[in-house]
């Protein structure tokens, strides 16, 4: 079954990704966007320079003290073992944390009130999965949503 996420795309993938795309067209972004607007962009350039536009707006508005915000749009191929795991308790955690940040997975599982050990197999989980990452907080490893939306695709 394939899907397709509306990803937040970490600061540190946004610089491995921009590097990438340098690589790929020798850091002439600035080309690019010339050839987008006289109208002359082939198809297969069209994507990268959306999404190398996208990162540079964000790239600058934090660089000006703006929180990091980036987003892209990905297909994940789920194989019918990784869609049969995520269970209603799973789509739980990921539903709570898109409305409410956790300070720890502690603090999560009381939140949701089930036991801290469940909990952290299924962030883990959801961690391998790509729609979530913890990240260290102080003394503590906090969830943090990854996937805003999910969309399943038909045919």
């Known amino acids: 079954m394939r899907w397709r996420a509306v990803k937040r795309i970490p600061l540190n993938e946004v610089r491995t990704r921009v590097a990438k795309l340098e690589e790929k067209y020798g850091?002439?972004?600035?080309?690019l966007h010339e050839e987008f607007i006289a109208g002359r962009m082939p198809r297969d350039r069209f994507d990268d320079y959306v999404e190398w536009s996208g990162m540079i707006h964000a790239l600058r508005a934090a660089g000006e003290g703006e929180d990091f915000d980036?987003?892209?749009?990905?297909d994940l191929d789920l194989t019918?073992?990784?869609f049969e795991s995520l269970t209603p308790r799973r789509l739980e955690l990921?539903?709570?944390?898109?409305?409410?940040h956790a300070s720890s997975i502690?603090?999560?599982a009381e939140?949701?009130?089930?036991?801290?050990?469940?909990v952290h197999g299924d962030l883990r989980?959801?961690?391998?999965?790509g729609f979530v990452r913890m990240v260290r907080e102080g003394r503590n490893l906090a969830p943090e949503l990854l996937i805003?939306?999910?969309?399943?695709?038909?045919?």
């Open 148 to 155: 805003q939306e999910i969309t399943t695709l038909l045919g």
């Open 27 to 31: 850091d002439r972004f600035q080309a």
């Open 94 to 100: 990921l539903d709570y944390l898109a409305d409410q």
């Open 125 to 129: 989980l959801l961690e391998h999965l």
């Open 106 to 108: 502690n603090e999560l």
């Open 80 to 82: 019918r073992e990784e």
């Open 111 to 118: 939140r949701v009130g089930r036991d801290v050990k469940n």
């Open 70 to 74: 980036y987003y892209a749009e990905e």
